[in-house]
Every structure is written in structure tokens, then in C-alpha cells.
């Protein structure tokens, strides 16, 4: 099927367009590619898109350039015009980025692209571990497998706590108090599925589940790809760690291994490689982020059983041979070292089914479980069970609140907010937690978890104050609450219980997380125009400012889409026509007259009803596989090299551009992250993180103090853990395919040779060329080479352009000697991708995994879709999200990148939270953006102070 479709606005505007280029050839190239329509989507795996256009296309949307760069591996969105920085406009800023115009052609030519992406990820990236599998590829009489919406692998089991109340064995729905809020467990998000994205469920997988575990050898593809040549500590990751991930340290002496210099000295230095446009804050922002969406661990453990972690053979001359003592020292690695194994839900090999005649794993070869809620829940602060509740206080004269106390006497008006306290003896906790702050998910803790838990702790509770106050001026106006057990009756603001209050509390604080994460924290991450639209779209909608067209779309996405039981309805055009009123809210507004005019008199009509199980569940789509991560997912979010190694510390009432201390991020780790927070202050913090760059994620460049963590759990001889050998152990063991198949998993573009990796637009003999070479030659070192073989075919994922299969020669002669590219693992190799789309702070690669994660953490829950309504939010905790506080939309006062934009949902958190820095904030447009950086014209990725901050040591 040929997608033309008129009223689609990706389409129209990336197709239809008056081709005002300023070259005739490219004239002509947007006339043939209009007449010959858009590509269909893929009906088979093999001849997916691969972000790759037609030679017309890419001449239509960025010119000769795009042309020249189209035999890259890489995606070709990134060469169109309007995608960089300035110099990446067709004309320049002035002239405008407007549809008809070729930086218009280029921004909607990526959101298309990118639409095909999600569409083909949706339908070829969806393998669940849970036992629907075989379903989903078989489907039910009259429906499609990717159009099942309820599972029966999604039933409460009989034994759980809340079987009989969901319906037993009968048809299960949740009602009552269950649909209420977020329950602590995570059940009954789903009101047909109640177990769905609950604590301690599997996993699910993006890959095909053949193509899981390729140490297993389980396949001929697998044998075919990678010999016998990989194993649990083959390559060796402490050999891996040391030559690719070190940090190169110009004084190892002032940095010492990350420790730094006694007393925070300033004169500590470790150098790291910096991304100009994002923060330290980001950094800790997404690892509180992870905290909340997934965990391998229970409660801080893996299983007890210890195992070596590798410094204990390298590849010489393409075989593996053992260390001798010397290498050992001379590398820094440690053979001594040991690491708890993983914990495994199912350890056997799963049964098969059959279907047209093949034979199909119904799960993984092995499978882990999310030991924490996968939704977007804040469990990391409420808690997700039962013993991680136990660790969340409340305020005892207020217990709609959470528990903050004073620490010290500091000047600032967020001090009198308070901290919260820490872990007692008698909270559940194992002995590395004491000291730190009592919260639901206390492991990997440092200064930047504490940091976040307080401020959303005082987020929380300004929320509760303001309810409160909203209470005792209007104690008998409806507050927008309801019971589902009373439906039609209104609660009015005096008869909010506390711990209605502090439910909805919750709900406000996990959709304002939702929102920074969606709209500021990615678009910085991802710092370009049509990512900023991208984002902006899943929020808000591209028909944001049209709001009868999208009325109109959304009624056609949730009643007929939504509903439809065939696969191409229910999932493609449902993601398609939803970037138009956004997933944000879908569902949320039942309009029982006209759509087009409900939404200018929406109260009066609004028919959407807690009664109604199809209103308060209708605006979720799970696209026929229940929403969990993937592990994949968790692998592309092993995000380490983020982190410096020192944190400059800076005070916000001692002029901010000053560096104060250079304080150990391993000094702040644990027990000491709470000390060092209540002793320094969390604006302090704010400032200091607010203005240092991250660390950019690529190969030499983790932190060195997390490669010699003290791991006092571990029974070691060294007493420490190197965490980057880890994360490549902890993905084999979770048997994650190795990079270049995992790239033809998700439908992108399969590297030939490690020389793949260099920048090819790079002039050759440049430094940075060089710097890209030299990498790569440790590359081919550590994973060395092989003589191929062309009757070995690898892969069933993709084919090569000629329609013959991938043999394990990747396109060259057969029997000559070809880079190991098919080794590669994973984290390594999109760390060493060194061309990215720009303002990319992650690879193409991960963000591959994002578009289709990030898009069905929204889609999947009926919290951020039908169910965000006052009945559970509360009318204030509504306007808050949508407004991002109490007091009404606040316009920020310029224009950024062209844009004219609210004051941004985190600025106003921490303008709430730490109204002491809003001189500091005064200058902040995005606060993922280093807080005294210029940002410039279009986003600039330079690195220059505002005006201001000139006396800035960092930008010296
Ligand atoms: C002070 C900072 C940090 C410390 C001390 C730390 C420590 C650790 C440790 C010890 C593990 C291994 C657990 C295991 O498998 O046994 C781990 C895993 C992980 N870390 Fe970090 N980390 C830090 C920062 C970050 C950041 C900034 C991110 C960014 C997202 C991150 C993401 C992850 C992920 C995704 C895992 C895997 C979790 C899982 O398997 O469920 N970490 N970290």
C-alpha cells in the first residue's frame, strides 16, 4: 500500500511542496519524487527503509550534498537542509524555515523519515517475553496478532493479593480504588490487563528472539556470524575497558584514578571529553530516569554466586592468549576482580510453535525480569512495591506530603523547603544505603540521585501546598476528583483525603518528569530542529495550534484506529495520524457532538465518563505486544561516560562564575552524596551541575572512577568493580546481539569494515581524522580478524541491495581477511560512532531504540493518554502539567532557534523549588543547556559564555 494520503500533514508537507529551492536541479528532483509518491511501507523485515531516500529525495531535501553522503551507513536525514546549525540552512535564517521552502523540505522530509522509522519499528521490533509471542504471530480468529489488545499473559494470577477484586478467573477489570491512581505494584494501568508493566514482569525484547544470545551458538546464522569466537569474558571486557573506555588523563597525578586531591582541592584535574551543549545535570537527570523505568537488581542484589570478570587474556594476531603479568600492569586491569551473576527469570531453553510452516521460539533463550514498574511512575521516589514503600516517609502533620526537614541554616528561600531525611535503622536497606536518603530506589546513589529526589520531593509538596491553599480559599468548589465507586458524585476540595492528595501528588510529579524528559531534556539531547518538533509532537501534537484538525484526527485515532482489528489500522496509521494532536492526552476528551466544534465548548460536551471502562483505558494502544522494555533498551541507556570525574563547584550567592572546589563525584557516592548535599546545599548543586558540560558519550571516555568503584558487596580481592567491563558483561549475559546485527535488527544500515566508524567528511590527515583512525586500530587490536567465508550466510534481518542474502564476507572478495565488525559489542560500538545527526549527544543507533521506546512508554499508558483528566489528577494537578505550574502559562521572554516558547517545565521546577537562583535562571532557556553557554543563532554547538559570564574559568 502506497501512503498517500491528503490529509495527513507529514505527508502533505514534506511532499506537496512549491519547491522554492534555489538550484533547478533540485526543482526537478522534488518533482519527481512528488509524482512518484512516498515509499511504501515495508511488507517483509528484509526491505525495510533504513533511513536511506531515493537519489531524488535526498536532492529535494538537502541538495548535492545529501546526494554526495548517501553511501554513507549512516541516516540520511542528517544531511538535509535545516537539520545542523546554521550553516546547515539552504539560504540562512532569514529566509525562513517554511514548508515550501528547502529548509522546510528538509525538517518535514526528517519527520517523515522518522514517521517511517516508528512505523516499521512498530512492526517489525515487538517481540514480548511475557507468552503472548506465539499470538502475536499467529493472531486470533478476525484479528490481527498486532491488533490484540487484551492478553491473557496479562491476567493477575490466582494467589495475587488482587485477584478476586479484578474478577478472578472470570474476564478481569480493574475498578474501584485499583483504577484510582498508580498502584504501587504498577498493576492495573491497563484496566483489561491488569498485570501489564507491573514490578518483577519480563523484560521484553526488540530483536528478533532468534537472534537473542549469539554466545549460545543456538543458530547456524549465529555460528555463521561469529565462529566460535565470543564468549562471557571473550573478548575480554577488562581488556575492552581498559584500551577503549580510559579516560587518557594529561595528569594522572592530579586526577588519581578519579579521587581527585584531598580537601576538594582546586588544583585536582581529570580531563574528560566534553559536549558543549548539555549538562551534568542531564547526566544524573537520565540515570534518575532509568532508576524509575527499569531494574535488573533487587533490591540492590544480583544473585550470590560470584564470577571472574575478565583481565585475563588479549587478542594477539587475531587469536586469544593469555596475560602475562606484565601486560596485566601495564594495562591497570585487575584479575582479582569479581561480580555477582545476573539474576534470570527463565534459565531453559523456551518451547516453539509453529506457524506457515515455521518454527518459532515463544520467548528468549533466556529472559530477566523488570524488577521495578516500566512505567513512567516516579516509583523511584513513591516506590514500587511493598518494601520500597516501607522506605518513603511521610510528613506526619501533613501526610499528603513526603517527609522534608531543614539541614542547616544556609541562606536561600528553597532551603526552608527542607531535605529529605535520611534511611533508619528498621528501613528495609542493604548496608552500602546507610546514611543516604530514604527513598524508593536507593542503589547507584551519588550526589546527582540526591540532588533530583529532593527537588521532586519539594516539587510534591508545593503541589500539596497549593492544593491546600486552593482548599481553605474554595473548601466547597469540586475539586476535580472523583471516586469510581461514587462516579457522579464531585469531591469537593475540603473532603480530599491525604492520602488522595498524595496520590494525586504523585500523579502530577510523574507527568511533570514525563514532560521535562519529553520536551526539554530530549531536545537538548538531540539539540536540532526537527528533533525539537519531533519531541514536541509526541507531547503537544504537530496540530498543537490547530486545534480542529486535531480534534478531529484524535476522534479518528481512538474510535476507529484504536479499534480496528486489522494490524495496519490499529498500529500504522494509529502512529501516523496520532503525531497530530500529539499521545499526550489521546483520549482524554470523549466528544459526543461534532469534534470539530467540541473542542471550542469542550465542558458542555465532553462525554468522557469513569464509568465507562473503553474512556477511562481508550486512548492506550500496546500495538499487540504488552508494554514492558526491552533489554535492549537498558543496554543503549549504559550511559556511564556521561559522568565526569569531578564536579566544580560554584555558589550562587559568591559570584556564580567562580570555581570554588573540584569535588570527586566518588566522594559524594553512597551514604556521603546526602552528607554532601546537606552540607553544600542543593542550589549550590544546581548551579555547579547547571553550568559543567557532560562527558561525551564515546569510546576513551569513561569515568575513571567508575572503573575502580568500591563494590563492598563483592567479595573481591581488590574490593572494587570496574562498572564498564560490567556493562559489557552484564549485556552478554543478557545475551543482547552484537552491534552490527543489533543495527540490522532495528532496520538501520550494517557496518562492512571498523573503518566504517571514521567520519568519511573528515579531511583526511586532519587531527580529528587521525584521532578516528587511531581509535579504529584498536578496534581491529581488541577484536582482531578472520578470513570469510561467502557460504556462510548471517542474518535473516536484512538482505543486500540486490536481493541476495549477507554472507559472513559483508560484501567482500570471499577468503580474504575481514574485520571481526559482527563481534563488536554493542555499548562499544555505538560508542564509536563518531558521525552523528547534529547536536546528537547520543549515536543514531540509540536513538533508534528511543523513537520506538520512548513513543510506546506514552502510547501504552492511559495516565499520559484517556485517564489524564481532573478525576484523577485533581483540576489543579491538570493545569499544572499542562501549564507546568500553579500560576498559568509564563512566556519565556525571547525567541530560541526561531521558537517562542512557555518558560520550560523544568526551569519553573527549579525556579519553585530554589527560587534563590532565579538571577542564574534568568539566563536559562533549556536547563539541560550548560547555564552560562551562548547558545547563538541556530543551534550553535559553540562554546562561548553569555554575557556575564565572561570571567568563567570554564571557558577558558
Ligand atoms: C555516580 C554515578 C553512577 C554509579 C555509581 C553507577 C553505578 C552502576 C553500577 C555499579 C551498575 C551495575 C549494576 C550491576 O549490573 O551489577 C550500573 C548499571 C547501570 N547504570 Fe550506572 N552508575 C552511575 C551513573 C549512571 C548514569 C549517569 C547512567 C545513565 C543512564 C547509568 C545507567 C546505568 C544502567 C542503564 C545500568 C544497567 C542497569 C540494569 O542492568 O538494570 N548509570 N551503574
Redesign the pocket.
Known sequence: MRLRIPLLVLTLTAVLTGCLSTKPEDLVACSVMTVEGLRPVAAERSVRFLGKVAEDTARCRGGDRAVALRGEPWVDWQNYWGTGDASSLAKSIGEGIGHLRANGRGIDGTLLDLEYQRIELIKFNLFDNSGTYPDYVRGRPGVDGPAIRVFDAMRLPPGHPDYARVGGDGAQLCQGDLIRWRTLSGICNDLRNPLMGSSGTPLARNVQLEATYPDLGKTELARNRHGDRLGLLQPDPQVISRKLFTRAQSSADKCRAGQGLPGDSLDASCDYKKAPFFNVLA??W??F??HDW????QEGR?RPELMAVGCASQRVGNTERPLTAEETARLGCRPGDR??R?ILAEAADPPTFSHDGKTYPARAYRTTNNNVTAWWDASQIYGHDEISRRRVKRDPTDPAKLMLRPAGQRAGAGERQGYLPPLEAGDPMVPEWSGQEATGFPD?W?V?MSFYHNVFAREHNLFVDAFRKQAAATPLAESGLRNPARPTEAIAYKDVSADELFEAGRLVVSAMIAKIHTTEWTPQLLYDEPLYRGMNANWHGLLAKHELVSAALEKIVTHSFGKSDDAKYANQWYSVFASGPGIFGLGSRIHSHDPLYARLDSPSRDGWSLTNPDHVNGGTNHFGSPFNFPEEF?TV????P??PDLIEFREWNRDANQIRARVP?IET?RGKATAATHERGLANWALSMGRQRLGMLTLQNHPQF?QN?P?PRLAAASGV?D?AA??LI?DRERGVPRFNEFRRQYGLRQLKSYDDFVDQRLPKGSPERAEQERIVGILREVYGQHRCDATKIITSAQVNADGSPINDCLGHPNGTMVDNVEDVDTVVGWLAEFRRPHGFAISETQFQVFILNASRRLFSDRFFTSSFRPEFYTDLGVRWVNDNGPDGVVMEKGVANGHRDPVSPFKRVLLRTMPELAPELEHVVNAFDPWARDRGEYYSLGWKPRPGAETDPAFR
Open positions: 547526566a544524573f537520565i540515570q530516569m532509568t527499569f531494574s535488573h537488581l544480583n561480580a555477582d545476573g547507584n551519588s546527582g537498558v541507556y549504559r550511559l556511564h556521561l559522568v563525584v557516592v567508575l568503584l563494590m568493580i562498572v560490567l556493562d552484564r
